[in-house]
C-alpha cells in the first residue's frame, strides 16, 4: 500500500474511531451513575411543600371564619 492509500483507510476510519472511543467513555460513566442511588422526585420536593398540616389548616379556616364574620358585622 502506498502511503495514498493509508491516509484515505485513516479518513474513512477515523469518524468510526471516534464514535468507538465516545461510546467507550459513555459506557464507562454509565456505571458509576448507575451505582449511586438517585433520590425519588418526591424526596427531592418536599423541601418546596406547602401543604398545611391538619393543625394549620384548621387554624386557617378558624381565622377565616372569624374574618368572614366580622366582614358581615360591619356591613349591617
Known amino acids: 500500500m502506498t502511503s495514498s492509500e493509508h491516509r484515505r483507510v485513516a479518513k474513512r476510519l477515523l469518524p468510526f474511531a471516534i464514535i468507538a472511543a465516545f461510546a467507550a467513555g459513555l459506557a464507562g460513566c454509565s456505571e458509576s451513575i ?8 418526591s424526596e427531592l420536593m418536599r423541601g418546596y411543600d406547602d401543604t398545611l398540616t391538619a393543625q394549620q389548616q384548621k387554624d386557617a379556616i378558624a381565622e377565616l371564619q372569624k374574618d368572614q364574620a366580622q366582614a358581615e358585622a360591619a356591613k349591617n
Open 34 to 41: 448507575s451505582s449511586v442511588s438517585v433520590p425519588r422526585f
